[in-house]
């Protein structure tokens, strides 16, 4: 029966990781492409991103290696890009809580679309045991870092050889993030979250500009809706 | 490759594996208070709006195509997924919508 749950959990995670497909196979391929461009051997590219595994850090991570930046200040300049994090791994206490086998690997490898999924879509109803759960939870997280790895490494080998016009398909992330929006708004249906996220990014956009906005909004989101937790339970 | 790339990976890597772990391991030993059982709620719907957000911070709505393409692929993803939900058609169909539309537009 652990087999059985551990199998339908498979499938379920596969069908909701397509997206994540499509866009961190393209996506990883740009970022393979510009390190090698950069003059890092290919192999960098795969390594990078099983030993990181955080795209926006990567990308920003060719530049600075590229211009031989001091190694204190890279990792200041990780800790800003990818303060989100804490953030994400605050709203999934819960959810990981029953974890074990895989608790480990699934704080490692959370990144913005595997929250995303994990946030959004259920298991499968018939795999509603902790152990299912989990396997779910771990198989959506594995795959992501796959798609992304395999990406990373065709783009650094072969990305300047593709001979098929692919451009535009990274779009399938944004729409990735539209849909997990819609879900969300099933789920939670009051108007406070979502008016105060998009003041907190506005403003976020507004005073610190588009490289760095994203942990401001996040966190002028988080400030922003605590005023409204009485109204809101 | 030089002992300079491969330090500079492995601090990407820790600081990273930090951000990611560090409400874990402080909420390891106590129970969080309860303002966390509120904002692990609203949070999810927050971040998914900012990443929705952030994702057309790119687009330079003041020259042609004016963010065309992608505001009519990404209503058409919304539409799509309100009537029928069902995320692979949602996000191939809004992909497959703006690939053409950046290509004629």
Redesign the interface.
């Known amino acids: 029966m652990d087999k059985n749950d551990d199998k339908s959990a498979f499938k379920a995670a596969f069908?909701?990781s397509?997206?994540v497909l499509?866009g961190y196979i393209t996506i990883g391929i740009a970022f393979g492409l510009l390190l090698v461009k950069s003059g890092?051997?290919w192999w960098?590219a795969p390594?990078?991103s099983v030993?990181?595994?955080?795209g926006a850090?990567?990308f920003m991570?060719v530049g600075?290696?590229a211009s031989?930046m001091g190694?204190a200040q890279?990792?200041l300049l990780?800790?800003v890009i990818?303060?989100?994090?804490?953030?994400?791994?605050?709203?999934?206490?819960?959810r990981?809580s029953a974890s074990k086998r895989w608790?480990a690997y699934l704080?490692?490898a959370?990144t913005?679309e595997t929250?995303?999924i994990l946030?959004?879509?259920e298991p499968p109803t018939d795999a509603s045991s902790d152990r299912a759960r989990e396997s779910f939870y771990a198989a959506v997280s594995a795959l992501d870092q796959l798609y992304w790895v395999i990406g990373s490494a065709l783009g650094a080998l072969v990305g300047g050889l593709l001979p098929f016009d692919a451009?535009?398909?990274e779009?399938?992330?944004?729409?990735?993030?539209?849909?997990?929006?819609?879900?969300?708004?099933r789920?939670?249906r009051r108007a406070?979250?979502?008016i105060?996220?998009?003041i907190?990014?506005?403003g976020a956009?507004l005073l610190v500009g588009?490289a760095n906005?994203?942990v401001v909004?996040?966190l002028a989101?988080?400030l922003g809706?605590?005023p409204f937790?009485k109204a809101?339970? | 490759m030089s002992v300079y790339v491969i330090a500079s990976i492995l601090a990407m890597a820790a600081v990273t594996l930090f951000c990611r772990a560090a409400p874990f391991l402080f909420f390891m030993k106590s129970r969080p208070p309860p303002v966390v059982d509120f904002l692990q709620i609203y949070i999810p719907p927050m971040i998914m709006t900012v990443l929705v957000l952030g994702s057309y911070k790119a687009i330079s709505f003041a020259k042609a195509p004016y963010g065309l393409p992608e505001i009519v692929s990404g209503l058409a993803v919304a539409s799509l997924h309100l009537w029928k939900r069902n995320t692979l058609l949602s996000i191939l169909g809004g992909t497959a919508l703006y690939m053409i539309l950046i290509r004629v537009m």
């Not at chain 1, 030993?51 to 955080?54: D, G, N, P, T």
């Not at chain 1, 779009?171 to 708004?185: D, G, K, P, S």
């Open positions: 069908s909701a397509v997206p499509l890092q051997p960098l390594v990078m030993v990181v595994y955080a850090a990567q991570g600075l290696l031989g190694i890279i990792a990780t800790l990818n303060a989100r994090h804490m953030v994400y791994g605050l709203s999934l206490l819960d990981y608790k704080i490692f959370l913005d929250y995303g946030t959004t879509v451009r535009g398909i779009f399938a992330l944004t729409a990735l993030f539209i849909v997990l929006l819609v879900e969300q708004m789920a939670v406070p979250p979502y105060v996220a998009t907190a990014t506005g956009l588009p906005f994203l909004a996040i989101s988080i809706i605590l937790r809101l339970s």
